[in-house]
């Protein structure tokens, strides 16, 4: 599946490198998106890279990069979190 990309490409440190990096920006940010409940640290850093509202919007929005799924659907199990970890840090500015 294309999306195993993006799982060999995550890595642990790498992550928790670029969470310490977003939660110094000191954005607000919840782990409750409408209906949707996040993990901290993803919540943190969408809420960096995007912005409460955008975020929310991201999560529902078909992305190709993840073969059109919606973000929101990799949120089940940490497979998936991983998935969206490593997009995550390679979106660009």
């Known amino acids: ?3 195993d990309v993006f799982l060999k490409a995550y890595k642990e440190e790498n992550w928790k ?3 310490e990096f977003c939660r110094g920006a000191n954005v607000d940010y919840k782990t409750q998106l409408g ?3 996040l993990p901290e ?4 850093v969408l809420c960096y890279r995007f912005g409460e509202n955008e975020a929310t919007k991201w999560l529902h929005k078909q992305v190709p990069a993840l073969g059109n799924i919606q973000p929101k659907e ?3 199990n940490e497979r998936g979190q991983n998935i969206l970890r490593a997009v ?3 979106l660009p500015d």
């Open 1 to 3: 599946m294309e999306l």
């Open 17 to 19: 490198d670029y969470l």
């Open 35 to 37: 209906e949707i409940t």
């Open 41 to 44: 640290d993803i919540a943190v």
């Open 74 to 76: 990799l949120l089940s």
């Open 88 to 90: 995550l840090m390679r």
